[in-house]
């Protein structure tokens, strides 16, 4: 069975290592739009995302305060292309008046915010938490999604929860950390080895099969 330190390894030898200190995986990195593509990635493809992403840029809407004030009726058709347009407005507009009311502002967001506090949000779950958490906020949290199961799954690693997953791998990192990264900070390296492991299954994997030989050779 191979060991996370290994597959980290392999998957930077093939060329999936796409961050680095100043390059964060997530487009726009510690900014306000991670927090609202962390609501409309869920259960739809980033290609849409973006669609919404633009519509919001486009109509100047993609601000903390913009978001807190706009017509729910008139978000919904900014986000449609991400889907459930209905449920996700009503999240992105309450989290704004929210953080505004709780934080003030982004920045103070940013620095302040913890994991209890975004997963009593509605619309916010222990994957999208921890995505803000990282992504937006650079703090200290790997983000667990279904390209990290269905990649350790393919090694025979089988997980009951989010958490436990979760942990396995930052306990793993502890051990494996200064060994590939030396130079990086923890918060960036989670978002590197994210990076790397979505990356190479959405390059690798056709459904739900991931190529276990190329990583094994």
């Known amino acids: 069975m191979i060991n996370l330190i290994e597959l980290l390894i392999k998957l930077k030898e093939l060329g999936y290592d796409t961050t680095s200190q100043d390059n964060w995986w997530w487009p726009n990195s510690g900014t306000f739009e991670i927090v609202v593509g962390a609501i409309l990635t869920q259960n739809t493809k980033w290609e849409n995302v973006q669609k919404s992403l633009n519509n919001l840029k486009q109509n100047n809407t993609l601000s903390l305060k913009a978001l807190s004030n706009i017509d729910i009726e008139i978000l919904k058709q900014y986000i449609k292309p991400s889907g459930f347009y209905n449920q996700k407005s009503r999240y992105l507009k309450e989290l704004s008046i929210n953080i505004i009311k709780d934080y003030k502002t982004f920045e ?81 390296t989670y978002a590197r080895i994210h990076g790397m492991i979505v990356e190479y299954v959405k390059a690798n994997s056709k459904g739900r099969v991931v190529n276990v030989e190329e990583l094994k050779n």
């Open 108 to 188: 103070e967001f940013k620095k302040s915010v913890t994991r209890e506090w975004l997963l009593n949000q509605r619309g916010i779950g222990q994957e999208s938490a921890d995505a803000i958490l990282n992504y937006a906020c650079y703090k200290e949290a790997f983000v667990v999604d279904a390209y990290t199961n269905r990649l350790l799954k393919a090694f025979n690693y089988e997980f009951e929860s989010y958490n436990e997953l979760q942990e396995w791998i930052i306990e793993n990192l502890y051990t494996s950390y200064t060994q590939i990264y030396p130079t990086l900070n923890r918060a960036n």
